[in-house]
């Protein structure tokens, strides 16, 4: 079965640019008929949808984060891939990758990753 | 603030029923779009429960039931199982801000 693993430093200083790789086993981001998506849930709280990418390179991104979000997709690699700039402490959270599954906008999210922690500080 | 709105707590003894409510407006789920559950064991990540408002992924034992009317969803969990001990999240798609979103979190406490 498909299986999610999130990589990446698990500190980033504030201003600079938060980056992180998430690698598909047991199946081909290029196989289709999936998104591929970026979830984040700050510590002790709820969760925040990041934005997601089809193996053509078709991003969507939550207008709220947009502005500082661009995910990418390596097809050769089997991996996708979030950098978020200009971070702050705000952007502490742990950070999932997770395949999207329906169409249009009824979607759910299976599986994750097992989620990778990142700290903003000096 | 979450767009969608869970009770920040529940608990019931082993055996019990309970369920979760997920409130939510009619940019979201009362515009038609699917409400989905995901079970989030201590330190664990997420692990979807229910999709399309009431359908389990395979797997997922039947003492787990889900359903939607208006502007509202629920989850029921019968048979309550120390086990079932976790928090719990409702997600759906709002329109206004084009955008997936997810409920607060339920913690589920098993007495």
């Known amino acids: 079965q498909v299986q999610l693993q999130e990589s990446g430093p698990g500190l980033v200083k504030p201003s600079q640019t938060l980056s992180l790789t998430c690698t598909v086993s047991?199946?081909?981001?290029?196989?289709?008929?999936?998104?591929w998506s970026w979830i984040r849930q700050h510590p002790g709280k709820g969760l925040e949808w990041i934005g997601n990418?089809?193996?053509?390179?078709?991003?969507n991104y939550n207008p709220s984060l947009k502005s500082r979000v661009t995910i990418s997709v390596d097809t050769s690699k089997n991996q996708f891939s979030l950098k978020l700039s200009s971070v702050t402490a705000a952007d502490t959270a742990v950070y999932y990758c997770?395949?999207?599954?329906?169409?249009?906008?009824?979607?759910?999210?299976?599986?994750w990753g097992q989620g990778t922690l990142v700290t903003v500080s000096s | 603030q979450s767009v969608l709105t869970q009770p920040p707590s529940v608990s019931g003894a082993p055996g019990q029923r309970v369920t979760i409510s997920c409130t939510g407006s009619?940019?979201?789920?009362?515009?038609?779009?699917?409400v989905h559950w995901y079970q989030q064991l201590p330190g664990t990540a997420p692990k979807l429960l229910i999709y399309?408002?009431?359908n389990r992924p395979s797997g997922v034992p039947d003492r787990f039931s889900g359903s939607k009317s208006g502007t509202s969803a629920s989850l029921a969990i019968t048979g309550l199982q120390a086990e079932d001990e976790a928090d719990y999240y409702c997600?759906?798609?709002?329109?206004?801000?084009?955008?997936?979103?997810f409920g607060g979190g339920t913690k589920l406490t098993v007495l």
């Open positions: 997770a395949r999207d599954h329906g169409s249009g906008n009824i979607k759910w999210f299976d599986p």
């Open positions: 047991g199946g081909s981001i290029s196989s289709g008929g999936y998104r």
């Open positions: 990418i089809y193996y053509s390179g078709s991003s």
């Open positions: 009619s940019s979201n789920i009362g515009a038609g779009y699917d």
């Open positions: 399309g408002n009431s």
């Open positions: 997600q759906s798609y709002d329109s206004s801000l084009s955008v997936f979103v």
